[in-house]
C-alpha cells in the first residue's frame, strides 16, 4: 500500500518532469533569435577573410607542388595563371600545372623532322608534357586579379590542355608572363635567353584585402598581405 506521504513524493516528482513552460520556451527563442541576428553580421564580416586565407594557403600549396614535382620527377614543371578582372563574388581567374620536358614552355611543339626548327603543333599534348594539375577556378569571395612573371621568351600566346585529357584546348591560354616555372633542383625555370623567371601572383576579396605571392629565382615563394593593392606589409 502507498501511504499519503509516498504519494505527495510521487507527485512533486510528475510535476518536476513536466518540462518548460511555454513563457519559458519563447523567452529561449527569444534569447536565440538575438544571437542570430548579433552573429549573422558577424559572419558576413568573417568570411571573406577566412576564405582568402584559405586561398592564399591553397596557392602556396600549388607552387609547392610544382616545385616538388619538378625536383621528383626530374623535369621543369610549369605552373600557369590566368589572371581575370576582380569579382565581388570571388571565382575569377584560375590555374593549372604542366610538364615542360623539353624546356619551351608550351606542351604542344612537335617539330618538323626535316627541319626541328620548324615547329608543327597538332593540338596534342606532346609526350612528357602531361597535365599535373587541371585547371581550377578560384574559390567563392577571391580573385585571381594579377600575374606577371619575367618574360620567359616562348610563344605569345599558347594552348593548354586544361583538363588533362591529351588535348589542348583554346578556352585558357599561357602567355610569356602568366608562367612560373621550377628547374630539376627547385629553383626558378630559366628563360629561353638564360634569365631566371620570376614575379608575383596577387589574390584579393570583397572586403579589400590584398594578397601577393612573390616567386624569388632561388624558388621561395613569400606572402605579402595589403589594403589597397599598392602599400604591401
Known amino acids: 500500500m502507498i501511504n ?46 577566412y576564405r582568402l586565407n584559405a586561398t592564399a594557403r591553397e596557392l602556396r600549396t600549388i607552387l609547392q607542388l610544382a616545385r616538388a614535382t619538378a625536383v621528383r620527377r626530374n623535369v621543369r614543371c610549369v605552373a600557369v595563371f590566368n589572371p581575370q578582372a576582380y569579382v565581388p563574388k570571388g571565382q575569377a581567374g584560375s590555374y593549372m600545372i604542366f610538364l615542360d620536358s623539353n624546356n619551351n614552355w608550351r606542351q604542344d611543339d612537335l617539330v618538323d623532322n626535316d627541319d ?17 594539375l587541371v585547371a581550377t577556378i578560384m574559390p567563392p569571395g577571391a580573385s585571381l586579379v594579377s600575374a606577371v612573371f619575367t618574360n620567359n621568351g616562348g610563344p605569345a600566346t599558347s594552348n593548354i590542355d586544361v583538363d588533362g585529357n591529351g588535348t589542348l584546348e583554346n578556352t585558357i591560354q ?3 608572363t602568366t608562367l612560373l616555372g621550377f628547374d630539376s633542383h627547385g629553383l626558378a625555370a630559366r628563360s629561353t635567353a638564360g634569365a631566371f623567371v620570376s614575379g608575383n601572383v596577387i589574390i584579393r576579396n570583397s572586403q579589400g584585402n590584398w594578397l601577393r605571392f612573390t ?19
Open 116 to 132: 626541328p626548327s620548324v615547329a608543327i603543333p597538332d593540338g596534342l599534348v606532346d609526350p612528357g608534357e602531361e597535365t599535373v
Open 4 to 49: 499519503i506521504q509516498q504519494r505527495f513524493i510521487m507527485k512533486s516528482v510528475i510535476k518536476n518532469k513536466t518540462g518548460f513552460t511555454l513563457i519559458e520556451l519563447m523567452v529561449v527563442i527569444g534569447i536565440f533569435g538575438i544571437l542570430a541576428i548579433v552573429a549573422v553580421p558577424s559572419m558576413s564580416s568573417f568570411l571573406p577573410g
Open 174 to 176: 599561357a602567355t610569356t
Open 215 to 233: 616567386a624569388t629565382p632561388a624558388g621561395q615563394v613569400t606572402l605579402r598581405r595589403s589594403t589597397d593593392g599598392v602599400n604591401w606589409e
